[in-house]
C-alpha cells in the first residue's frame, strides 16, 4: 500500500451513588476516515473549533496499555484547548487511580464489572448486578459532568461507561490499540459514532457495520517518545561512570512488565552473567518489574555494564538509549517501539486476554521483522541466540528500524484530538 496523503479517504476494505459530583506494511502519515458522506464528514483539523466549556470524559484502567493512549490523548486535547475540563472514569485502588492523577487530570471512581475468563465460569454469577450497578453509577458521573463526548479505550471501565454514555444520548468514541479489538470495544463499536484503530488490518476484526466506522491513525504515545533525545546523551543517563565508552558499545533493554514476567527474568536470569563475559561491548538495562525485583536483585550479580530497576519512569530515555528491546507484546509497548524504531524480540504472553499478545506480536513482525519466542519455546539459549543473532547483524537491525519507523504514526494522538474536536464542532453546528 502507498504512502497515504492528508486527507481523509473513503474505506479500503444496585444502591444509586451520590448526586454531587490484512497487514498493513505502510506508515500513517494521517488519519484515514473509513466513514464518508455529504452530511457526515468531520472538519479538517484546521477547522476544529476551540470550546470554552468543552468537557470530555475518558473510560480508560486495568492496565498502562489502555491508560496511557487516553492520557496522551488528553494531554493534547488540553494542548489544543486548555480551557476543556477532563474527567476520567475508572475503578477505586486500581492502576488508574494513581496513574491519571498523577498525570494531571481529575479522576473518579466507579464500581468495577469484571469479566472474568472463562465467559462461562462460575466467578462471573454476579456480572450482571455489577455490570447494571456500574451503568448506574456511571449514568449519574455523566449526568452531573455534563460531557460533550466520552472517549473509551478499552478496561473493565470501559464498558459501562460506554452503556451510560448511550443512554444518556452522549457521543461516544472508542480507541483501540492490540491489533484484534477486546470484548468491550468489540460491543461498544456498535453505539459509537468513530472507532479509532492503529492497524488497517483491525478494521476487519470488527462487526461489519462498526468497520465503516473506523479511522486508522495508529496509537497515540506519549509526548516524551516523540522528543528527539541522543543516543549518547541517553546512556549517559544510565550509565554515567563510563563516559565516551558508550557511543561503540550495544545496549539491550528488557522489559520484564510492570509487574513482572517470570519467564523472561529467569530466561534472562541464567544468561545475563555469560553474555557480559562474552561481549565487552554489551550493556544491559533490565526492567525486572515490580514485583519481582526483590527476587532478582538478590539473584543477579552485580555489573557495571548492568542497570537493574523494578520499572522504567523515563522510558524515552530508555528506548533512545537501546539497540534491541527485549519485550513482551502489550499494545502500546509494541507501538512505543515502531515509533522509536527499535529491533526487538518478543515474548508474548500466554495469558493475555483472547491472545492479544500474539496477534500483536505476529503483527510487528509483519510490520518490522520482530522475532518472536514462545513461552513455550522460551529458554536462556534460545533468548541467547536470538539476541546474539540481531545484535551481531548491522544490516538486520538497520533494516528492523527502517521497518518499524515507517510503519509508525507518532502524531497519532494529535490527529485523535483534532477528529475528536471536529465531531464535537459538528454536532454543536447541527444544534443550532
Not at 106 to 133: G, M, T
Request: aromatic letters at 8%; charged letters at 20%.
Amino acid at each position: 500500500m502507498a504512502a497515504f496523503s492528508h486527507l481523509s479517504f473513503t474505506r479500503i476494505t444496585p444502591s444509586l451513588p451520590p448526586t454531587k459530583l490484512g497487514t498493513f506494511n505502510s506508515k500513517v502519515t494521517s488519519c484515514l476516515s473509513l466513514k464518508q458522506s455529504n452530511d457526515q464528514t468531520l472538519a479538517s483539523q484546521n477547522d476544529a473549533v476551540l470550546f470554552d466549556s468543552l468537557r470530555v470524559v475518558f473510560a480508560a484502567g486495568g492496565t498502562g496499555g489502555h491508560i496511557y493512549p487516553a492520557v496522551a490523548i488528553a494531554d493534547e486535547l488540553k494542548t489544543t484547548n486548555p480551557n476543556a475540563q477532563i474527567l476520567f472514569l475508572g475503578i477505586p485502588k486500581s492502576m488508574e487511580s494513581k496513574a491519571v492523577p498523577n498525570a494531571g487530570h481529575d479522576f473518579a471512581a466507579v464500581p468495577a464489572a469484571k469479566l472474568h475468563r472463562p465467559v462461562l465460569s462460575p466467578r462471573n454469577v454476579f456480572l450482571p448486578y455489577h455490570l447494571i450497578k456500574s451503568i448506574i453509577w456511571s449514568y449519574y458521573k455523566l449526568r452531573e459532568f455534563d460531557p460533550h463526548i466520552v472517549i473509551g479505550t478499552g478496561g473493565y471501565v470501559s464498558f459501562p461507561v460506554g452503556i451510560a454514555a448511550a443512554l444518556r444520548g452522549v457521543k461516544l468514541v472508542i480507541q483501540e490499540q492490540n491489533a484484534v479489538p477486546g470484548i468491550a470495544n468489540w460491543l461498544l463499536s456498535f453505539l459509537a459514532e468513530v472507532v479509532f484503530v492503529a492497524f488497517n488490518s483491525t478494521i476487519d476484526c470488527f462487526p461489519s457495520g462498526s468497520g465503516k466506522k473506523c479511522v486508522v491513525c495508529g496509537n497515540p504515545v506519549r509526548l516524551s517518545l516523540r522528543k528527539n533525545v541522543s543516543k549518547e546523551a541517553a546512556r549517559g543517563r544510565f550509565f554515567p561512570k563510563c563516559g565516551e565508552k558508550l557511543e561503540d558499545v550495544k545496549v539491550l533493554l528488557v522489559l520484564g512488565g510492570s509487574l513482572g514476567a517470570n519467564a523472561i527474568n529467569i530466561s534472562l536470569l541464567n544468561l545475563y552473567y555469560q553474555m557480559l563475559l562474552e561481549k565487552e561491548d554489551l550493556f544491559i538495562i533490565w526492567q525486572t518489574g515490580v514485583e519481582a525485583y526483590n527476587e532478582m536483585e538478590s539473584l543477579v550479580k552485580n555489573h557495571p555494564r548492568l542497570l537493574l530497576k523494578p520499572f522504567m519512569h523515563k522510558m524515552d530515555l530508555a528506548y533512545a538509549a537501546a539497540d534491541l528491546v527485549v519485550s513482551r507484546a502489550g499494545a502500546m509497548t509494541c507501538y512505543e517501539i515502531l515509533a522509536t524504531g527499535k529491533p526487538s524480540i518478543l515474548i508474548p504472553s500466554p495469558d493475555a486476554e483472547e491472545g492479544h499478545q500474539f496477534k500483536n506480536a505476529s503483527l510487528m513482525a509483519d510490520l518490522a521483522g520482530a522475532r518472536i519466542i514462545t513461552e513455550d519455546e522460551l529458554d536462556s539459549t534460545t533468548l541467547g541466540n536470538a539476541i546474539e543473532e540481531i545484535l551481531g547483524d548491522e544490516s538486520k537491525m538497520a533494516d528492523m528500524s527502517e521497518r518499524a519507523l515507517k510503519a509508525a504514526n507518532v502524531n497519532a494522538s494529535e490527529e485523535i484530538a483534532h477528529q475528536i474536536l471536529s465531531l464535537v464542532s459538528l454536532s454543536r453546528a447541527k444544534k443550532k
